[in-house]
């Protein structure tokens, strides 16, 4: 019971002293792991995962990735600046790329490294809607969600232990803790922490694209599409890691119009679609 209570008590350690700020919503996020030990990590496996497939340079659309992540970086960059976080993003190495493939998709790592698949260009349609989904990719990076998911990671981990630990001498009880913990953790914790993610994402994403001069509102646009390219597959918003369609369209119609408001303040007084 003594060990238990260590284990516990390390946790909620952990969980209080390793935070960052979010400069976005001003809120403590956990980070268990540093940025110094995050980002060449991050940057080693963007790397060997652009050295395994089929970069698409010198086309049109390889070039629209490249012109519009640069102008979502410097809005980040022009947004933070003027918000007091100046040097916020001095270890970001900014990279964008295009890769051959039909997932309809795209990623953002720690640290500034973007990848657009080919597959969702068709439903980005347009330079406004590769600003939605750069804007959104972009903000998980500024946001710090991978150090988070990776912080959440190793407390569900440390959990596990605890139960774990203090089951040691019932192993039919821990074999119960181990099941019910696994699917209780996962849905109740895990899961809800990524869909606040995406959530969090869209809505900074907005703010981005806007700064940069795109509307907003092409946003719920895409997610009409998507919606539409999905076809009615998608499990229950409750066991996803992402909002449904429906969630994202019915929020980026709500933000749109303070994510315009935000980019005056920036003198931009008008949005492409």
């Known amino acids: 019971m003594k060990l238990k209570k260590v284990v516990a008590l390390l946790i909620v350690i952990l969980a209080i002293s390793a935070c960052t700020t979010n400069p976005f919503t001003g809120k403590k996020t956990l980070a268990l792991v540093p940025n110094s030990q ?16 089929k970069v698409v340079t010198g086309t049109s659309d390889a070039r629209m990735i490249k012109n519009v992540g640069q102008k979502i970086s410097v809005a980040a960059e022009r947004y933070l600046t003027a918000n007091g976080y100046a040097g916020y993003l001095s270890e970001y190495q ?23 698949y080919t597959g969702i260009l068709p439903i980005t349609q347009n330079e406004a809607g590769v600003a939605a989904v750069m804007g959104h990719e972009v903000a998980h990076a500024l946001a710090n969600h991978g150090q988070q998911r990776m912080s959440a990671g190793q407390l569900q981990a440390l959990g596990a232990v605890a139960g774990n630990v203090a089951l040691s001498k019932d192993p039919k009880n821990q074999q119960i803790f181990n099941q019910a913990y696994g699917i209780g953790s996962n849905v109740a914790v895990m899961l809800p922490f990524s869909r606040g993610h995406e959530t969090e994402a869209d809505r900074i994403g907005l703010t981005l694209m806007a700064i940069a001069g795109y509307d907003p509102i092409v946003g719920a646009e895409l997610w009409q599409r998507m919606k ?24 980026i119609k709500q933000w749109a119009p303070e994510a315009r ?11 492409r679609k």
């Not at 408001?261 to 949005?271: C, L, P, Q």
């Open 228 to 251: 539409a390219n999905a076809g009615g597959g998608a499990p229950p918003e409750f066991l996803s890691t992402h909002p449904s369609s429906d969630t994202r369209i019915n929020n």
């Open 38 to 53: 995050l980002l060449p990590m991050a940057f080693q496996q963007y790397d060997a995962f652009l050295s395994e497939n």
């Open 94 to 116: 900014w990279d964008y790329n295009l890769v051959d493939d039909p997932a309809v998709n795209a990623w953002c790592m720690p640290g500034g490294k973007i990848v657009f």
């Open 261 to 271: 408001a935000e980019a005056r303040k920036f003198g931009v007084t008008s949005f």
